[in-house]
């Protein structure tokens, strides 16, 4: 149903390319038309039982955090500085790469968000540690308060204003690392900021 309003707006860009008010318009149209495909598909994938095994293939994690990396650089406005620090060499999960895409975003999101009228520091850094691969991603944001951690989990909870957020982006990250068989935990220091670290078990010989 959205992709009639993103043809129709590809259509009305071309006449309308000469007036900047309303090509500005349509920006913010096609924007928000893309965060409803966004929000629509996480919504259909947090329906979805991911347990069949062709989801279960072998993807080099270092690749697909490199990607993300590269593209969040681009995105990201002065005040926040990207720092990364990832190994060298291949290292191996089972699952689905898209997901993985889908956890860092949503991760990432948060924190970007969390340093928005601060500035910070946006820290990436990935390792393995015998047959773990960890993963942490670190902001020097705003922290959470310690009612907001007790409920950060839960499907539907945000402290974000209205139309600002779901609540969806961390029960859906849950989600994924379930289907990872990996583990998720966090600290928060409100004002200092937030540190996210998922444990992947690697699939080197599977
Ligand atoms: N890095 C962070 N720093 C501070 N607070 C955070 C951070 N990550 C999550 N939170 C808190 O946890 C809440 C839930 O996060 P979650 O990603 O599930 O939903 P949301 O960001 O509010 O909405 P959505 O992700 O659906 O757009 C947020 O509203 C925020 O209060
Ligand atoms: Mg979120």
């Not at 062709?54 to 080099?60: C, E, L, P, Q, V």
Request: hydrophobic share 35%; with cysteine.
């Amino acid at each position: 149903m959205l992709t009639p309003i993103q043809i129709y707006c590809e259509l009305l860009e071309g006449e309308l390319s000469d007036n900047e008010e309303l090509s500005d318009y349509l920006n913010e149209i096609n924007q928000a038309v893309n965060e409803c495909k966004t929000v629509a598909n996480q919504l259909l994938n947090f329906g979805r039982n991911h347990t069949t095994s062709s989801s279960n293939a072998k993807f080099d994690s270092v690749e697909v955090i490199r990607g993300h990396i590269k593209r969040l650089r681009s995105s990201l406005p002065n005040s926040i500085e990207l720092v990364s620090k990832l190994p060298d060499t291949a290292v191996f999960l089972c699952g689905e790469r898209l997901q993985l895409v889908q956890l860092l975003f949503n991760l990432c999101i948060n924190s970007i968000h969390a340093m928005e009228q601060s500035g910070g520091t946006l820290t990436i850094s990935y390792s393995t540690e015998g047959e773990e691969a960890i993963l942490n991603i670190s902001d020097t944001g705003s922290g959470m308060s310690e009612e907001t951690k007790k409920h950060l989990f839960k499907s539907g909870f945000t402290t974000k204003k209205e139309g600002m957020g779901n609540g969806l982006g961390l029960a859906i990250v849950c989600k994924i690392v379930d289907q990872f068989d990996g583990k998720i935990t966090f600290t928060s220091i409100e004002n200092i900021g937030t540190t996210f670290t998922i444990r992947f078990p690697t699939c080197e010989n599977c």
